[in-house]
């Protein structure tokens, strides 16, 4: 973990609060986009093969801004095709989520923090996420 840390925050640059020795990270970019395209030429395009199945380690995640639309969200989500993986509970690190699979089987989770607050332009704030004025800067320095 701290060799993946170091990476994306001195390699790359993403801001985040986290440190040496913590076992998580939360990493601001600048933006993200959700592309999708089909596994097949996707991995076509990667070189691999498509073949195989299993959890692959990652999971996307929607942040929301109620717990009930956490409950919401995933409802949505299963009428529109998802499965559902782990039903809305109080999660252990004190918020809200469950988790659902979209229709290639990637885990998507949908949570909830009670001291999460998103700005003006959606981005995410608050709690253990830190604020936008009191991120690490690229050399771990918090400003």
Not at 45 to 70: C, Y
Not at 112 to 125: N, R, T, Y
Request: aromatic letters at 12%.
């Amino acid at each position: 973990m701290d060799a993946a840390i170091s990476f994306y925050r001195e390699g790359l640059g993403f801001r985040t609060s986290a440190k040496s020795g913590d076992d998580w990270a939360i990493f601001h970019t600048s933006g993200s986009r959700l592309a999708l395209y089909s596994k097949e030429k996707l991995a076509e395009d990667i070189g691999i093969s498509a073949a195989g199945a299993g959890f692959g380690g990652i999971t996307l995640a929607h942040n929301v801004d109620t717990r009930d639309e956490v409950d919401k969200f995933i409802e949505h989500a299963v009428c529109a095709g998802a499965t559902l993986l782990k039903a809305a509970q109080p999660a252990e690190w004190g918020g809200y989520s469950g988790y659902f699979a979209d229709l290639d089987g990637y885990p998507w989770e949908v949570a909830w923090g009670e001291d999460w607050e998103f700005d003006e332009q959606g981005i995410l704030w608050g709690g253990s996420l830190g604020n936008q004025h009191s991120e690490q800067d690229v050399h771990g320095n918090t400003h």
